[in-house]
């Protein structure tokens, strides 16, 4: 399969890179953690570094720098994680397309999954009894459709000026029958309504791309433009498993730190730790051209190929649980 998505890549004219694990900063989203380590020089200097959460990061930088279109298939490294669909180290399939729209990498999902099947002689991808026709074309449903449709909740009337508002969400998810925490925020409504209400629906029969996730969800995409909404973002789903994450983005230098240093605050606020920002990777923002991005959990395709019921069953050596 990997040999198969690198022809693929090739023939379509993109050049495949091999960025650094080591890096200054790990990524600043809330829920994501790294693994610290530590650079010792000759001199006995120190300086902290982390093992990279992704390749994203670096791969803008290349971007900036004047690279088109390229891949990476990264091997990541992410702590407190550990299920049927979760390992400490596994692989990021990531590319980027500058001066191309979003949409492209939605028709690219689907050219991925034929290839990927065709590679692994699969003529459905499954999981826990849940199936898919790789070769279907996917579904496109925007995050505010799958709301309405399938937890009665109108999500677009709970954003205001790029916020969200918690109060009504609080007491939309009230009347679908989702049970929220007083310290639960926004996002975390948010969460609790689309992994009980909608996720289960995503992915059955062919795979689903779930688009336009709300601006106080942005990440690091921009907004759609002329909303204050919605964002240049979407998620695809197979067999109700989250495969890949997906950005048109955001290239605005002093609206990124604005996120990362918010996103920072609340990691503080909930484990106690924080990542300090890439002033690189701000800095390249600046001269980036505009781009379109996606990281694909490799293993997970595999896995959905194969039949595979856990994530070490597709990874050779699998790290050991306690």
Request: hydrophobic share 45%; glycine share 8%.
């Amino acid at each position: 399969m990997t040999a198969a998505l690198r022809a693929w890549f090739a023939v379509r004219d993109f050049v495949e890179v091999e960025t650094a694990a080591l890096t200054a900063s790990p990524g600043n989203e809330t829920h994501l953690h790294a693994f610290p380590t530590e650079l010792v020089a000759p001199g006995g200097e120190r300086r902290s570094l982390y093992l990279r959460t992704s390749p994203e990061f670096a791969c803008k930088k290349l971007l900036a720098a004047g690279e088109r279109r390229i891949f990476d298939f990264a091997r990541v490294f992410r702590n407190r994680e550990r299920g049927a669909l979760h390992h400490p180290e596994f692989t990021l399939l990531e590319w980027y397309r500058a001066n191309e729209c979003y949409e492209v990498l939605m028709d690219d999902c689907a050219a991925v999954l034929a290839e990927a099947a065709r590679a692994a002689g699969a003529a459905q991808f499954s999981f826990r009894g849940k199936m898919i026709d790789p070769f279907a074309a996917p579904e496109r449903v925007t995050v505010a459709d799958a709301f309405t449709q399938h937890a009665g909740v109108d999500l677009l009337a709970t954003i205001s000026g790029g916020q969200g508002d918690r109060a009504r969400l609080a007491q939309a998810a009230a009347a679908a029958g989702v049970a929220t925490a007083v310290d639960d925020n926004w996002g975390d409504i948010f969460s609790r309504i689309l992994g009980e209400r909608i996720e289960p629906h995503l992915g059955i029969g062919r795979a689903t791309i779930l688009y336009e996730y709300p601006l106080p969800l942005a990440a690091l995409a921009r907004a759609k433009a002329g909303s204050d909404k919605v964002a240049e973002r979407f998620e695809l789903y197979a067999c109700g498993v989250e495969l890949a994450n997906a950005f048109g983005e955001l290239t605005d230098v002093g609206v990124q730190r604005a996120r990362f240093t918010e996103a920072m605050a609340e990691k503080q606020r909930i484990y106690g730790d924080r990542y300090p920002l890439d002033e690189d990777f701000l800095q390249a923002l600046a001269t980036m051209p505009q781009a379109s991005g996606i990281a694909l959990g490799f293993d997970r395709l595999v896995m959905l190929a194969t039949g595979a019921q856990r994530i070490e069953q597709v990874i050779w050596t699998p790290v050991e649980e306690f």
